[in-house]
């Protein structure tokens, strides 16, 4: 059935590819966004869409709209941006989650809230399962991240238990595509855009440090499930095909012909070693898996960032 849906955070990279995705399965979509890290080229193409509407927010403050569920997306996700205001980073977590909890109360409605695999810090178990509770400095230049998608998952874990509210947890691990800002700085966007470029390519540390990409629509289409399904989670949402960062710039550089040199930079602190996550819980719930090999995600990307590049500046 048809349902009204809202969607913090709906200008961004995956955001905006969930709204896709709503639409396209006949829902009216209502995007909240103070279009911070978001921009007016996701959302663009979506208001000429049937059933989306668009509001300029900040999710800090509370929020009074009618939907029938709810998906809080809205939080930077790239270091370069969560740590330039590590204090509003933290606020958009915190109060975001409460406001949206508040709001899902208020309505009786379910709410999905976009954790991460950050939640599991510089893990000292691999694979990582929900179970494992982590490794996180919380002192550290990361902590304004990984500590209030902490305490978001908390206030989920607590709207649930002592409120009744209809509450998911997603756990995203890296997630890639088309529409992530050229200017992220997150590693698959930079790789691309610097190879596109014929600049350096900018390994941080020795290159040996691992992550698992998962591309966009896998991604979207286990939130979907997560959301319909119900299960209130945690679960893990990534593609567990895991490859050293050196490993993607070798393939990234392959891929374009590129004429780019792979450069070394400074590790930044507290950088995790290793991610990769375990997904029994997704299939079994879920009958969800990563359908997208890396290569052929990559190559949509890639071919995203040349219709980028093309463009006048
Ligand atoms: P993104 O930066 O492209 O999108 C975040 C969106 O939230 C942007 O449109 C931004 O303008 C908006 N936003 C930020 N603060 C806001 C606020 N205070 N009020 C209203 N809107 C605000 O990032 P993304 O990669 O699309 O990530 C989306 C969500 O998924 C985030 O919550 C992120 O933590 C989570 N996540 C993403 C990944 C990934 O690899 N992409 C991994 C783990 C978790
Ligand atoms: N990284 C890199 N070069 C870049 C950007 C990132 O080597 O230009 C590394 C980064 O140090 C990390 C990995 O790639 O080890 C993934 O970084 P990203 O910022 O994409 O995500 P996260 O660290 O949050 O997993």
Redesign the pocket.
């Known amino acids: 059935m048809a349902q009204r849906i809202l969607v913090t955070g709906g200008a961004g990279f995956v955001g905006s590819h969930l709204c896709a995705r709503l639409l396209s399965e006949g829902h009216d979509v209502l995007c909240l966004d103070d279009f911070s890290t978001g921009s007016e080229r996701n959302a663009g193409p979506l208001l000429e869409r049937r059933g989306f509407a668009l509001i300029r927010h900040d999710v800090t403050a509370p929020i009074a709209v009618e939907a029938d569920a709810i998906y809080n997306l809205a939080c930077p996700a ?2 370069r941006y969560y740590q330039a205001d590590p204090v509003r980073t933290l606020r958009t977590s915190i109060e975001g989650a409460l406001n949206v909890l508040a709001l899902a109360e208020t309505l009786g409605v379910p709410v999905l809230q976009a954790s991460t695999s ?1 939640v599991y810090g510089d893990p000292a178990e691999h694979p990582q399962r929900e179970n494992y509770w982590g490794n996180v400095n919380p002192v550290g230049p990361r902590a304004c991240y990984d500590e209030g998608k902490r305490a978001a998952e908390t206030l989920f874990s607590d709207y649930r238990r002592h409120r009744g509210v209809d509450t998911r947890i997603a756990r995203i691990f ?1 997630t890639y595509g088309p529409q992530m800002h050229r200017h992220d ?4 966007s ?2 691309i855009v610097q190879a596109l470029k014929g600049e350096d390519i ?4 020795d ?1 040996r ?1 691992s ?1 698992s990409f998962c591309y966009v629509d896998d991604l979207v289409d286990g939130l979907v499930r997560l959301m319909e399904r119900g299960a209130p989670g945690p679960v893990n949402l990534g593609n567990p095909e895991e490859y050293s ?1 050196r490993e993607l710039a070798e393939t990234i550089v392959n891929m374009t012909g590129s004429t780019s040199r792979i450069v070394q ?1 400074d ?2 602190v507290d ?2 070693r290793q ?1 990769q996550p375990d997904i029994t819980l997704a299939r079994e719930l879920l009958g969800w898996a990563p359908r997208v090999p890396l290569r052929e995600g990559l190559a949509r990307t890639i071919a995203y960032f040349e219709g980028v590049l093309a463009e006048p500046a």
């Open positions: 790239s270091p950050e890296n700085g997150r590693v698959v930079n790789f900018t390994v941080y540390g290159g440090q992550r960062v930079r590790l930044p950088d995790p991610r």
